[in-house]
């Protein structure tokens, strides 16, 4: 038996997988959810490449990861899903890092990782004269950003054989992004796999006191919606735009606190390079709209890149 990593963003979901099960059902039946649970699509229809979705805990973004999730679903499953996370943790290392080898375990089972292609990936970037792309399963503990995503996979995906490459970006530097983004796309094309790439993150983080963010004070709460809400209409556009370097320059020049633009940025990359022409917000609100507390208001967004 492979290497297992085991779940470590309860919290995020909930552990049992009856309640969590009941919390995807919730996520999409909330009034800002997707509304019905769609089948797998049996014929694959490749007019997405690559998705957004948040990463925090569903009952704040699960309504809006929802989106996302009915988009997959009605376009078929890929046979490997490759999941671009953040790091949040302090651990250092250069560009990205893979797990190449295993299985990743959520209360609804495990998901195997595509060895195949992930092994791919790190010949390509071996093969190049910068070396962007390390494989490391240290990396990945007690990381939620892609291990949230999987619990969606799994549910609509229960009779579906996919598999993931989770990848999880460290550096803020676009030309590293790019450089990742096409090693990946690289790799997909020498491989010839069906995938779907997702990126993982969540965008604005207001709060004097959770985030030490407040650029226009603390109240009133209608003032700071509003800006968190045209802050990220402003990167969601670059996104559909596909200009990744530009929402790169954004966030670091501008000080935003969008946790996974490098995680976007590679996606994006990746997403050019297999044909993607544009994007397409499909929905977007904050914690705040979703859930009314106003102590600490995050901003999160579906979003496809399709051809």
């Known amino acids: 038996m492979g290497k297992i990593r085991q779940p470590a963003a309860f919290g995020f979901y909930p552990p049992e997988k009856k309640d969590l099960e009941k919390s995807i059902r919730a996520a999409f039946a909330d009034t800002h959810g997707a509304g019905q649970i769609p089948p797998i699509n049996p014929k694959r229809v490749n007019r997405l490449v690559a998705g957004v979705a948040p990463h925090a805990g569903y009952i704040y973004s699960g309504p809006i990861a929802s989106h996302l999730y009915k988009a997959t679903a009605e376009e078929g499953f890929p046979a490997t899903f490759i999941i671009i996370g953040t790091k949040h943790r ?5 560009g990205a890092a893979l797990m190449s080898e295993g299985e990743w375990e959520t209360p609804l089972g495990r998901c195997k990782i595509d060895s195949s292609l992930a092994k791919t990936v790190l010949n390509q970037d071996q093969a190049s004269s ?7 399963t240290e990396a990945h503990l007690g990381e939620h950003s892609i291990e949230v995503q999987l619990p969606f996979l799994q549910f609509l995906g229960k009779d579906s054989d996919f598999k993931i490459v989770p990848v999880v970006i460290s550096s803020s530097k676009y030309s590293i992004c790019e450089k990742v983004g096409r090693t990946i796309a690289d790799a997909v094309k020498k491989s010839k796999r069906d995938v779907f790439v997702i990126a993982s993150t969540d965008f604005t983080h207001y709060g004097k006191y959770y985030y030490d963010y407040a650029p226009v004070g603390s ?6 919606v509003k800006w968190v809400h045209e802050t990220d209409g402003d990167l969601i556009n670059k996104i ?3 200009d990744g370097k530009a929402l790169l320059d954004t966030v670091v020049q501008k000080n935003r606190t969008m946790c996974g633009a490098s995680a976007v ?12 022409k544009h994007g397409t917000c499909l929905k977007y609100a904050t914690s705040y709209d979703i859930s009314g507390s106003s102590e600490a208001i995050v901003g999160y967004a ?6």
Not at 90 to 94: E, I, V
Not at 302 to 307: A, D, E, M, P
């Open 90 to 94: 302090p651990l250092r290392f250069p």
């Open 130 to 136: 910068i070396n962007c792309v390390m494989d490391s």
């Open 219 to 224: 109240g009133p709460v209608d003032k700071i």
């Open 240 to 242: 559909e735009q596909l």
């Open 265 to 276: 940025a590679t996606t994006i990359a990746t997403a050019k390079e297999l044909g993607a």
């Open 302 to 307: 579906s979003i496809t890149l399709n051809r």
